[in-house]
């Protein structure tokens, strides 16, 4: 079972930063959070990812709280083309599988 | 970034007949390869894990006889869905990761293979 919580819509204005939450309260201590988004018919595209600190790349900033039970994915100033389901997922390892667990995801759309 | 193609892009069959799907990693090497299934207004689920050289992991609920995966070498992972039948007809999605260098060991995904068995 998908171990993330997310809202099933958002809706953001273009030019705007959009903020998408995520719940992951059984999260363990060496447990990554990844996201990543899938635009219609296409395969899942990978954002970012973090397992304690905030991190940033050229796509997103991803915030992840003290105590690790939830995050938010910002991106700074969201486009037309950012329109797309985003799943929040905590990386599941253990001795003898590593595998990412999708859950249902929000759906973010842009509108100008 | 890595990338990860996968051929045919789409496939119409009849039902009964083989398809096989194809995943290669153009720009790096992939230790490990994953195989997942998208239904319409659904999330993609995991269907099988396979290493290469290995005997691919399949996940509860699939048919290990039905969904025969192949991972030859560190580029390529074939899918082949065996004696296909309408409730085939899916959206099947390939990863890849390696386990250290440059893409470390995140999964970068195909762009997906739409089957629709008729």
């Known amino acids: 079972d998908a171990k993330t919580t997310q809202p099933p819509s958002m809706d953001c204005a273009e030019g705007r930063a959009a903020n998408l939450p995520c719940n992951h309260s059984?999260?363990?201590?060496?447990?990554?959070v990844y996201w990543y988004r899938q635009i219609h018919s296409q395969g899942p595209q990978y954002i970012i990812h973090?397992?304690?600190n905030n991190e940033t790349n050229e796509m997103a900033s991803l915030i992840i709280t003290e105590d690790r039970k939830s995050s938010t994915l910002i991106l700074p100033h969201a486009t037309l083309r950012d329109t797309a389901v985003y799943y929040c997922?905590?990386?599941?390892?253990?001795?003898?599988?590593?595998?990412?667990?999708f859950g249902t995801g929000t759906r973010l759309q842009v509108f100008p | 970034g890595a990338v990860v193609s996968q051929h045919p892009s789409r496939v119409i069959c009849k039902s009964g007949t083989s398809v096989k799907i194809e995943c290669r990693s153009l720009?790096?090497?992939?230790?490990?390869m994953f195989w997942y299934r998208q239904f319409p207004k659904q999330s993609l689920m995991l269907m099988a894990t396979?290493?290469?050289?290995?005997?691919?992991?399949?996940e509860q609920g699939v048919e290990k006889d039905k969904f025969l995966i192949n991972h030859a070498s560190l580029t390529l992972s074939t899918l082949t869905v065996t004696s296909a039948h309408p409730e085939d007809s899916s959206f099947y999605i390939c990863?890849?990761?390696?386990?250290?260098?440059?893409?470390?060991?995140?999964?970068?995904f195909g762009p997906g293979t739409r089957l629709t068995v008729l």
């Open positions: 990863s890849a990761k390696w386990t250290s260098g440059r893409v470390g060991d995140t999964q970068y």
């Open positions: 059984t999260i363990s201590g060496n447990e990554y």
């Open positions: 973090g397992l304690k």
């Open positions: 997922i905590v990386r599941v390892v253990s001795y003898n599988t590593d595998k990412l667990i």
């Open positions: 720009d790096f090497q992939a230790t490990t």
């Open positions: 396979s290493n290469e050289g290995s005997k691919a992991t399949y």
